[in-house]
């Protein structure tokens, strides 16, 4: 154990102080951050572009910069690690989406949105894995087995809605809003977890047996995987309001947050769990209780600095795909046959888009039936809208292309490169393309509602002032909803059965104000200390 | 280049999945940082202890549990890594007290500081280096060259005043509060770049040329690190003040400013600077023009946030420092000649006394000469203060001798491992002795002023309520000092001798607001964006 890690120190050592080039490409690397995070906000206003579109584009031009200064041999500044990825970039964002979330229509529309994530992940998953099956016999590409075949279903059905979002208005459209985030989190979750299963799959023997083996390991992941999380979120929140740190300082109730948080991604990683989950579900529970128990401060201070690590690690990730596109390795073995890349490039969108309409349409149609009033369902524009905003690919698809197809970033087989390179394509022309085309397609779709083209990226709820958002929410959120006249009572099986997300929702609210809040705290139920800052807003909000 | 960085992806894709024993290791680091929190704030109240103490005990225990449970074999879970500390660790540390320094106090102090912190480091090593060299012979310890007595000097010289820093009130006894401090931070920056201008020099032909390139190179280090920190601060503030991102968004703010932060960081590694003095001054820029140009979340967020990062760092030391001392590799030589070991431990402790009273006491009556005031005078009892805080030897000095006296955290050498473990001995016994007794001399030798046991470590400025201490640090510190009745104007020769600190303040502010703060923005020049929180505060302050 000691030795490897001594090792790493001594790279680390090497890489850190001694070896001076690798001071220079983190020098660079972190400029290049600031000037993305620049030129993204001078762009802001842009019809076009946005953050992830400007980041991809200066890490292509950086790329180019580097090929030509370094003739010709590299374009990145460091070499994709999937690892890296998986273990510092992936869980910030994560866990932010679970903290920012906006719990009472993500949970209002539970059941809507687990069909999409986590059947329509499978759907897609499926459908691209078959579509590939039959047609990449046909392109003259190498030996790809079931296993390669089935990874890349996975791979082409973790989608990147993140370009939507920027562009869509929760208040405006919440439904929408928090169908497509709620999606793209659980489709995130689904995909990496699918993956994992296929990659750890025997799948040389599939038989009845195997495939239920294969379904039962899947969702003892899952469950497993959620249960962990809300435990380490209730533990945070049952220690501090215990304790509550907050009398004496806010960096500590700030530093056992962070801590806490990725403590439940490093255990999910020790029961060989997934972490992803894991850090979603502790995000969510955090911000129904832990957060209310700390003091104003701290709920600034987190809230904020979870944000910009999401932020910083999506600008991060877009910024190294950028750079990566170019590398010459992976391409070397396209020049011979660029036909064969780019029909396997473009047929892969065909199945991505395919793959995605053979449930949006369908699954819509079954959660329309469910639903009474016309205003809850989902409307044939907003599903075209659903269908597109899970069209991109970003970074989880690459991450998990590189995980299957290279060693530690680099590749000698033909075929692998082949798949590298049309991840790269797919990722690419989604993004740029389909990214800059959502602005004015959803203006087309939706010309009602007033688009606010200035909401930021990972916070959408990021408060101009301070006090005034606690507030609001808590008299939006937490009150209102008790028994009010929008909760409709289950009074027959048929209204149990045609509302049970408002039913599950209604229950889960009366248990949660008997039982949970008061042990773990959350709104309201945050301890009281006369003249602390708490107790206005606390106050404020009953 | 790219090399280097692969091996180590590979190897920590080796620790941080495949291998599960470091996971194990990460779970129980994580946890135990934790426990410390908790425990740190549960001991509070207490009379004797604080923070650090809690943190080494804790990770004293720690070793002995896993020293028993791995067979006597290892008592860490990690190998010390002094890059690891300079590089991830301290930086945070040093920015947290660069950003949080009372600014008006610490320049209004200056010169004294730094001939506290930086003269007083220099007698102080020079002390222990000529009582090492005078006494070490007479112990049978082994070959250790005239460079290694030197580094010893160096190693002793870095002081931990943290522990004092806890127990004094920054609003009872401002003077001596900021002597403290700043010289405490001067005295780590000092001694790294002494340390480093040791080890880089060749030692062997000393002659009066080489003495005074070794004084120009110190100095040349001083002062383009101290500039390149300033003009990486500035140009944060320069941005921010431009651009104005907070209209769109808090997280770009604090991306920007952490990124900018760590930017100056890697670029004094980049041109072989100290990185440890451009961090603090980036921060003290920072926290005079950037932070008060963004907006009032982006101010609580970064405040909190670094003050956070601070914090965990100090834990993270203590606790790491805990685990190391019982590391058997080590104490293996020491086995055999015990009287060696301590004998040179006590040696050490008191040149340490005595090298800190060879400078605290005149340096002090120096101070005392060329101020009029006697309120402005250092007392007999602040002096015995200032002596005392100085005492305790900390992470700053184990992270040096590492570097100097192992490879990698291991010796194989007997004059090596002596002096390792001598270091090991000094750090606890001063920090747990002395620590243990510094809340009550404190309280002994300044009986009138009521000290608060409930200060916090790492930011006794944190706001309890958010706009409150904005507004009075802005009435109090910006707009009452300019021509107010306490800055005595130079009217003779003698004034400008005897008043140089008042003098230099009082021309830096005017050029402050004429010229430095129209361009930088700063307290009242932050740009103005009506019905923006900024407004209360910004206005509230003039």
Redesign the interface.
């Known amino acids: ?2 030795q ?14 001694s ?9 660079i690397f ?2 290049l ?2 000037a993305s ?2 030129i ?3 762009l ?1 206003e842009s019809r076009w572009m946005n953050e992830s579109i400007t980041a991809l584009l200066i890490g292509v031009c950086a790329g180019v910069i580097i090929l030509l200064t370094t003739g010709g041999k ?1 374009s990145h500044l ?2 994709f ?1 999937e ?2 990825f ?2 510092y970039v992936l869980p910030p964002i994560i866990f932010n989406a679970g903290f920012q979330v906006k719990k009472k229509q993500f949970f209002r529309n539970f059941i809507t949105i687990m069909l999409f994530g986590a059947i329509g992940t499978l759907v897609s998953c499926t459908i691209i894995s078959l579509g590939v099956i039959q047609f990449f016999k046909k392109l003259d590409i190498g030996t790809l087995d079931i296993g390669d075949y089935l990874a890349i279903g996975a791979i082409f059905a973790a989608t990147d809605s993140v370009c939507t979002l920027q562009v869509l208005n929760q208040d405006d459209t919440p439904l929408l809003y928090s169908l497509v985030f709620g999606e793209g989190v659980v489709n995130d979750a689904t995909s990496v977890v699918l993956f994992n299963a296929i990659q750890s799959f025997d799948l040389t023997h599939i038989n009845t047996r195997s495939a239920f083996q294969f379904i039962g390991n899947f969702l003892y992941l899952f469950f497993t995987s959620t249960l962990l999380g809300v435990i380490a979120g209730l533990l945070s929140a049952y ?1 501090i309001k215990k ?1 509550y ?1 907050g ?6 109730e ?3 947050m ?3 948080a ?2 439940s991604y ?2 999910a ?2 029961f060989y769990l997934s972490g992803i989950l894991t850090v979603f579900f502790c995000g969510i529970v955090m911000s129904h209780y832990t957060w209310h128990n700390v ?4 709920r ?2 987190t ?3 979870f ?2 690590l999401s ?2 690690a999506e600008i991060f990730i877009f910024l190294y795909v950028g750079m990566d596109a170019l590398d010459i390795e992976k391409w070397r073995f396209v020049k011979g046959s660029p036909g064969t890349s780019v029909a396997a490039s473009a047929m892969l969108m065909g199945l991505i888009m395919a793959g995605r309409a053979a449930f949006v349409f369908p699954l819509s149609f079954l959660t329309n039936l469910a639903k009474k009033s016309p205003t809850e369902k989902i409307s044939i524009k907003q599903q075209v809208i659903i269908w597109w905003a899970g069209l991109m690919r970003g970074a989880v698809s690459m991450a998990l292309a590189y995980n299957q197809f290279t060693r ?3 590749t000698q087989l033909r075929e692998n490169a082949i798949m590298i390179t049309s991840t790269i394509t797919v990722v690419l022309f989604s993004t740029v393309v389909f990214g800059l085309m959502t602005k004015p397609l959803i203006r087309l779709l939706l010309p009602h509602a007033k688009h606010t083209t ?1 909401h ?4 959408p709820s ?6 005034q958002p606690l507030l609001e929410e808590g008299q939006q959120d937490s009150y209102a909803d008790l028994g009010g006249p929008t909760v409709p009572r289950p009074g027959s099986l048929r209204a149990l059965l045609t509302t049970p997300t408002h039913t599950v929702h209604y229950y889960w609210r009366k248990f949660d104000d008997a039982f949970m809040r008061p042990v773990f705290g959350g709104r309201g139920f945050a301890p009281f200390v006369p003249g ?2 708490t107790e206005r807003s606390v106050r404020g909000g009953q």
């Open positions: 154990m000691d490897a890690i001594i090792s790493v120190v001594r790279k680390l050592q090497m890489v850190n102080t070896d001076h080039n690798s001071v220079v490409s983190i020098n972190v400029a951050l600031c995070i620049v993204g906000h001078l802001e590299s460091f070499v690690s690892d890296l998986f273990i220690i304790l740190f009398r004496h300082s806010t960096d500590r700030v530093a056992i962070v801590l806490m990725y403590l490093m255990l990683e020790l003091t104003e401060s701290s600034v201070t809230k904020h600095t944000a910009t932020f910083v530690s970033g680099h200035n930021i990226l990972s916070d990021t408060p101009k002032s301070l006090s602390s800052p």
